[in-house]
């Protein structure tokens, strides 16, 4: 893409991929898309609206009228929306009303990190770089109900793992852009790695494919 680097950041849920997407955004001055949050704002509606999450047309008239302040609403985050919002995700509809804001973030210059499922496979398959961050499903389940309880969710950890083990299989299963790993991904395994040590081995790769240059801070 002319004037603009794109990194793709794809991944099951809680491999540390928006940790990393994140730090590498502010390294590099690329602007940060969690793409995943686009999905849970288009569950968020439905769900307030009543809709039925296995009505593709109900689903996708929510998706083409998000704005982007949807993605600023609270409770986003919560594991009900995370689980809707995989089932969402799963119809044709919805993913092509949401791709288009997601190319028109990314080739805005000077371009973005941005984090999901499908990036660097269906949104942007000429990405400058890609990555494909993944973790051992225990290892990602203990991080993910860490973080829930430390924002006052009251979860056992049993139900965390089930739940990311239902999530992996839909978003993997599913017809549509399915989670998968892209021939050309650098794939990074944050099992037994901190997210420091994550983002160093990230930056390595940012510098030796896009040269040190691209690594501004
Ligand atoms: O990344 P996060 O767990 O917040 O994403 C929530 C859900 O949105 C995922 O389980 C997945 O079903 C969907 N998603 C997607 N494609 C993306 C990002 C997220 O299908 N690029």
């Known amino acids: 893409m002319d004037g603009v680097i ?8 809680a491999a540390g991929k928006g940790t990393l997407a994140r730090h590498m955004a502010t390294r590099t001055g690329l602007r940060h ?4 949050m686009i999905y849970r704002a ?6 307030e609206a009543g809709d039925d999450a296995g ?14 302040a949807d993605l600023e609403r609270p409770g986003l985050r919560d594991q ?6 995989s089932r969402i995700a799963a119809h044709r509809e919805v993913r092509a009303a949401l791709v288009e804001f997601q190319r028109r973030f990314g080739a ?17 398959p000429d990405a400058d770089l890609k990555f494909f961050v993944t973790a051992h499903v225990r290892a990602r389940a203990e991080r993910r109900h860490r973080e829930l309880v430390s924002r006052g969710e009251t979860i056992d950890f049993h139900s ?31 099992t037994a790695l901190d997210a420091r040590a994550v983002a160093e081995k990230a930056l390595d790769i940012v510098r030796q494919r896009l040269g040190a240059a691209s690594v501004l801070s």
């Open 6 to 13: 794109v990194i793709a950041v794809d991944g099951p849920v």
């Open 42 to 47: 288009v569950a968020a509606l439905v769900l």
């Open 33 to 36: 898309l969690d793409s995943g």
């Open 160 to 190: 965390v793992l089930h739940e990311i083990s239902e999530r992996d299989r839909r978003d993997s299963e599913r017809t549509w852009a399915p989670l998968r790993q892209a021939d050309d991904a650098v794939v990074i395994d944050t």
């Open 108 to 124: 805005t210059p000077p371009g973005a990190v941005i984090d999901g499922r499908d990036i660097g496979t269906v949104v942007f």
């Open 55 to 68: 009505n593709a047309q109900a689903c996708r008239q929510r998706a083409e009228r998000l704005v982007a």
């Open 80 to 85: 009900e929306i995370g689980s809707v919002s």
